[in-house]
T-cell receptor
Framework: AQKVTQAQTEISVVEKEDVTLDCVYE???????LFWYKQPPSGELVFLIR??????QNEISGRYSWNFQKSTSSFNFTITASQVVDSAVYFC?????????????FGKGITLSVRP | KAGVTQTPRYLIKTRGQQVTLSCSPI?????VSWYQQTPGQGLQFLFE???????NKGNFPGRFSGRQFSNSRSEMNVSTLELGDSALYLC????????????FGPGTRLTVT
């Protein structure tokens, strides 16, 4: 069975602080995909990044960066110089298998509040 | 290009009733997945449809069902509503062969009283 753990439930930071959102996953499959989604108050999930199990290269996109470490089964997300607009719920998700499998297993989510 | 649309956005039903939610995918997307989001259980996969066929199913009782039409629009139905069915129901669509790139709609907020 697959599992995604986001141990942090709520994080509050002051604008311009850096913040890291942790994600730990469990799967016995060797082929899998990891995702991060952002859910603003409007409700829809906004895709941020996807990583497959064969690509451990870290990624940076503007103020966002992701650290994927298979050795610790972690896929952490860092926001540098946070802004009020980053306030949202962030979900880490996992999908296993190489075939057509859109079933995502989500973590419980982390509510990030960025105060001005 | 229009995004995924879901109707209605808000719904209030009484326990024991049934409800039908609708999802229109992005034009050209043929796969539609449904998720339930509750404060207690979080986001959980309900089912996925492709070319009018259910391809994947989550662990939900048979009261939850869905279907997909030839134009890729999808509906999900919940019969004999229970208080615990109160949730945000999200649908997502993706292109054939790009299941890993799902685009989510704004959801339907269902309240069961």
């Amino acid at each position: 069975a697959q599992k995604v753990t986001q141990a942090q439930t709520e994080i509050s930071v002051v604008e311009k602080e850096d913040v890291t959102l942790d994600c730990v996953y469990e799967t016995r499959d060797t082929t899998y995909y990891l995702f991060w989604y952002k859910q603003p108050p409007s409700g829809e999930l906004v895709f941020l990044i996807r990583r497959n199990s064969f690509d451990e290269q870290n990624e940076i996109s503007g103020r966002y960066s992701w650290n994927f470490q298979k050795s610790t089964s972690s896929f952490n997300f860092t926001i540098t110089a946070s802004q009020v607009v980053d306030s949202a719920v962030y979900f880490c998700a996992l999908s296993v298998g190489a075939g057509a499998n859109s079933k995502l297993t989500f973590g419980k989510g982390i509510t990030l509040s960025v105060r001005p | 290009k229009a995004g995924v649309t879901q109707t209605p956005r808000y719904l209030i039903k009484t326990r024991g009733q049934q409800v039908t939610l609708s999802c229109s995918p992005i034009s050209g997307h043929r796969s539609v997945s449904w998720y339930q989001q509750t404060p207690g259980q979080g986001l959980q996969f309900l089912f996925e449809y492709f070319s009018e066929t259910q391809r994947n199913k989550g662990n939900f009782p048979g009261r939850f069902s869905g279907r997909q039409f030839s134009n890729s629009r999808s509906e999900m139905n919940v019969s004999t509503l229970e208080l615990g069915d109160s949730a945000l129901y999200l649908c997502a669509s993706s292109l054939l062969g790009q299941w890993y790139e799902q685009y989510f709609g704004p959801g339907t907020r269902l309240t069961v009283t």
